[in-house]
């Protein structure tokens, strides 16, 4: 079965860390632009940093450059997302999706999974 599984999510304080994961089973994620999405309770789904297969394009949303870092190793079958200086309006579920493209709009393809809830409260 194709799927990306997510991990990593928690309560924070704010000015916190995280590092969320992103772990794909039944296929093989280096082929693949992987990006990262975040839906907040009454917000439309948001995109927020994205790869491409080899690692070495990245891009960020405006509201997370120079917090949010993307990597990944493909050896492991694995794409991260290593979160600092959190901020309550960080608050969502965070999903993976592979991608089209590393660039605004993030246009994800494929299934989603069930997400890893992020909460930045004091």
């Known amino acids: 079965q194709v799927q990306l599984v997510e991990s990593g999510g928690g309560l924070v304080q704010p000015g916190g860390s995280l590092r969320l994961s992103c772990a794909a089973s039944?296929?093989?994620?280096?082929?693949?632009?992987i990006g990262w999405f975040r839906q907040a309770p009454g917000k439309e789904r948001e995109g927020v940093s994205c790869?491409?297969?080899?690692?070495?394009?990245?891009y960020y949303a405006d509201s997370v450059k120079g917090r949010f870092t993307i990597s990944r190793d493909n050896a492991k079958n694995m794409v991260y997302l290593q979160m600092t200086s959190l901020k309550p309006e960080d608050t969502a579920v965070y999903s993976c999706?592979?991608?089209?493209?590393?660039?605004?709009?993030?246009?994800?393809?494929?299934?989603w999974g069930q997400g890893t809830q992020v909460t930045v409260s004091s």
């Open positions: 999706a592979t991608v089209i493209r590393v660039g605004a709009p993030m246009i994800p393809i494929g299934s």
């Open positions: 790869i491409s297969s080899s690692g070495g394009t990245t």
């Open positions: 039944g296929f093989t994620l280096d082929l693949y632009a």
